[in-house]
């Protein structure tokens, strides 16, 4: 059985870090592009960030760009989301999910993506 699972969330005050990270187990991960989403109270689910599985290119949101860092350790089946200078808005539950699609370059959008694993999330709650 396919699976993740999320760690590392949190109640932290504005401006500090957290790093997430996500295990997969049950599918052959080094195939699949792996994204982060979140999902705050009221709002729509949203993509953060996304890490393509061929040469580690990355996305980013434009609200957490220069924040926000995605990275992959294949021989772990493990992505992190090392999150800096958090804000209020940050606040959600984040989800990490598996596509097979290759995305590379500015032309693709893995936002679009029909993602085939998800995880349960891990909460990350930001204090002002």
């Known amino acids: 059985e396919a699976q993740f699972?999320?760690?590392?969330?949190?109640?932290?005050?504005?401006?500090?870090?957290?790093?997430?990270?996500?295990?997969?187990?049950?599918?052959?991960?080094?195939?699949?592009?792996?994204?982060?989403?979140?999902?705050a109270p009221g709002k729509q689910r949203e993509l953060v960030s996304y890490i393509n599985n061929k040469d580690g290119e990355t996305h980013y949101a434009d609200f957490v760009k220069g924040r926000f860092t995605i990275s992959r350790e294949n021989a772990k089946n493990t992505v992190y989301l090392q999150m800096n200078n958090l804000k209020p808005e940050d606040t959600a539950v984040y989800y990490c999910a598996a596509d097979r699609?290759?995305?590379?370059?500015?032309?693709c959008d893995p936002s679009s993506?029909?993602?085939?694993?998800?995880?349960?999330?891990?909460?990350?709650t930001v204090s002002s």
């Open 5 to 39: 699972v999320e760690s590392g969330g949190g109640l932290v005050q504005a401006g500090d870090s957290l790093r997430l990270s996500c295990v997969a187990s049950g599918f052959t991960f080094i195939d699949y592009g792996i994204a982060w989403f979140r999902q």
């Open 101 to 107: 699609n290759y995305c590379s370059g500015s032309g």
């Open 113 to 124: 993506y029909e993602y085939d694993y998800w995880g349960r999330g891990t909460q990350v």
